[in-house]
């Protein structure tokens, strides 16, 4: 059962307005990093508003259909893979980890199990991939491949957890939201 109502396309686009602010925010937060560590901030910086653009990009030009929605997934995960790329060797690498975990559970509110998918295999593709590449950028002390095969179906868990209260939801409340469908219909404005 699919609803795509009213109300589901205002959380949606509420949706999509809070994850653009959010990507932005990336931006100045890449940089503020950089300046705490010493580090460099132009790669950080750039990379974030390329994420941001993009995101920005597919909405202007494409509404806030499927394949918006995945690339703000994708964008998401890689503005904080940027920051545990910053973080690394430092004591806070691990802990940027957790980040993943909160941006995933940020894309359940668009209620489609597609961002979730994408958000999670962006996220294991970024650390399977840097973990050969790059290891120090995933994981403090470098490469631990036995690491990934255990993280990644911890994600994959994760991400169906997510997916699945997300249908269950959809299907419980026959796709209506704020007792009936009344939320956004009474001003549009709102969303």
Request: neutral net charge; proline residues 4%; aromatic residues 10%.
């Amino acid at each position: 059962m699919t609803f795509e109502g009213d109300e589901l396309e205002c959380l949606r686009q509420s949706t999509s307005k809070m994850l653009l602010a959010v990507l932005w925010l990336h931006v100045p937060i890449a940089f503020i990093i950089a300046l705490t560590l010493g580090a460099d901030w132009l790669v950080p910086v750039s990379f974030l508003v390329a994420m941001a653009l993009a995101a920005t990009l597919s909405w202007r030009m494409s509404g806030n259909g499927p394949s918006t929605r995945l690339v703000f997934a994708v964008a998401l995960m890689a503005g904080v893979s940027m920051f545990v790329f910053q973080f690394a060797g430092h004591l806070w690498q691990v802990d940027m980890h957790m980040y993943f975990f909160a941006a995933l559970a940020i894309l359940v509110a668009y209620c489609d199990y597609r961002p979730i998918v994408a958000g999670t295999a962006a996220v294991a593709l970024h650390h399977l991939t840097l973990n050969l590449i790059l290891p120090a950028a995933v994981y403090p002390g470098g490469a631990d491949l036995g690491h990934s095969p255990c993280h990644n179906p911890a994600n994959r868990g994760r991400r169906l957890n997510l997916a699945g209260a997300d249908t269950f939801e959809s299907l419980r409340d026959g796709g209506r939201e704020n007792g009936g469908g009344q939320g956004c219909k009474r001003g549009r404005s709102a969303c």
